[in-house]
């Protein structure tokens, strides 16, 4: 039996996937879950620069299950670009059982994407292909300021049109540098034109090891849509 498999994606990059991930795998200490980076480009040593290795670092006692931050990862790139140029081709039916191979295994696999949801992973297959062909829920990442409305919901028109299933959005404001006025509105009108829920805003973090309660509360409205 497959267990549940949550795709993080986003409506850009650097819209904090990562520190997304980093949250999750916090809150699901203790059950039977692990994260996986498949492809990761801009990274020359998946030990000590890679997303795997940042989310490593900052879970106390380190990746579950005794993974190193090289197990997370199928696809490894140096150049810092969408995969489809990032150098020698991605065999994409091996990433598929890459993913599946894990969740066949644990209950819980977080699936880090690369970039935003359309990131090109092949010359006719993308992010989205990658979480729709493994089975996976989706939840979005996207900035809290000026901008996220169109680009988010976006993002989830391209979801809807797939019928994938979505588990809503979680906005990020590292520097908390959007007003509360604007998170609010911004994240009433997402909810509003695309039916989804806008589970909260994650802002600053003074440490990642020890994120903050409001940031937890944010994640775990996420998770609950998991029913797990």
């Known amino acids: 039996m497959t267990g549940t498999i949550l795709f993080i994606t986003g ?11 980093l949250l999750l795998m916090r809150l699901l200490a203790g059950t039977d879950a692990i994260y996986l980076k498949p ?14 290795a940042f989310v490593h670092r900052h879970l106390p006692g380190g990746l ?3 993974m190193a931050p090289a197990d997370c990862i199928h696809s490894l790139r ?4 969408a995969p489809l140029f990032a150098g020698e081709p991605v065999d994409f ?29 092949t010359a006719q297959k993308t992010m989205l292909d990658l979480a729709l062909e493994t089975g996976a829920s989706l939840l979005v990442g996207g900035r809290a300021g000026l901008g996220t409305i169109n680009h988010t919901l976006l993002t989830l028109e391209a979801l809807r049109a797939r019928k ?7 906005l990020t404001d590292p520097t908390d540098a959007t007003p509360k006025l604007d998170r609010a509105e911004n994240s009433a009108a997402i909810k ?37």
């Open 11 to 21: 409506t850009d990059t650097d819209v904090g996937k990562t520190v997304l991930s």
């Open 39 to 52: 492809v990761q480009t801009g990274c020359l040593d998946a030990e000590h620069d890679s997303d795997a």
């Open 64 to 66: 579950p299950r005794g």
């Open 78 to 81: 140096p150049l810092p670009k």
């Open 93 to 121: 039916d091996a990433l598929c059982r890459f993913i599946a191979a894990h969740a066949q295994r644990h209950d819980v696999t977080v699936v880090e994407g690369a970039g935003g949801l359309l990131v090109p992973i």
């Open 164 to 170: 994938a299933r979505c588990l809503g959005v979680v």
């Open 192 to 228: 509003n034109f695309s039916g989804l829920p806008v589970h909260g805003v994650i802002g600053r973090m003074e440490d990642l090891r020890n994120p903050h309660n409001t940031a937890l509360t944010v994640i775990r409205k996420a998770l609950a849509t998991l029913h797990l």
